[in-house]
């Protein structure tokens, strides 16, 4: 099975800090990597897949990048909107796996 | 309007059933792989299953293999969870989701999740 590793589990930011949320996966996943908000209460909503590719509708200040094992989600200037919890997810192989998540709380 | 709406979640003993459905509006979805994930309370995403288009291709997670069976009926637009011999750590809001396949791979629309609790 592959493992995600979110790093880290748990942030503390500002509004308008650049926020980074690492994601490791334990082999290669061709890139098949998306990533997903969940605000409290609510479903996830994808933001991002294949890596990098903005789903639309989704502000331009997230982005995402890496390559093979090593994986980013950048937020570039934190908006209040934006508190919430962040999961990465492979899906190159099954059993399909999440993150652990990364919250995001204000400071 | 695309929308998926699941239903069919409740409270059940444990070692008892319960058959989840999920309804798709807005779309037509027999061409896409349709999966279910949970979530336990105040925990992450957890994959359960995946069932291909056409229903040729079914996976599930360890967690719940020869337990649970997902199906979908594409004449009614509609996917569904059998969970038997079901336990505590079962417990969880469960989310109908579209897998979406092309040069690359997502998840999206998802539902709005019903909530399964398995208590005595």
Redesign the interface.
Known sequence: DIQLTQSPSFLSASVGDRVTINCRASQGINN?L?W?Q?KPGK????LI??VS?L?SGVPSRFSGSGSGTEFTLTISSLQPEDFATY?C?Q??S????????TKVEIK | EVQLLESGGGLVQPGGSLRLSCAASGFTFKYNAK?W?RQAPGK????VS?ISGGGEDI?Y??SVKGRFTISRDNSKNTLDLQMNSLRAEDTAIY?CVI??WG??????P????TLVTVSS
Not at chain 1, 43 to 46: E, S
Not at chain 2, 103 to 108: A, I, K, L, P, V
């Open positions: 098949y998306a997903y969940q479903t996830p909503k994808l897949y294949g590719t789903q999961y997810q899906l190159n099954y059993p399909l796996t999440f993150g652990q998540g | 999966s994930v992450g995403l957890e994959w995946t996976f997670a360890d989310y897998f979406g040069s690359h791979r997502w998840f999206d998802w539902g709005q999740g």
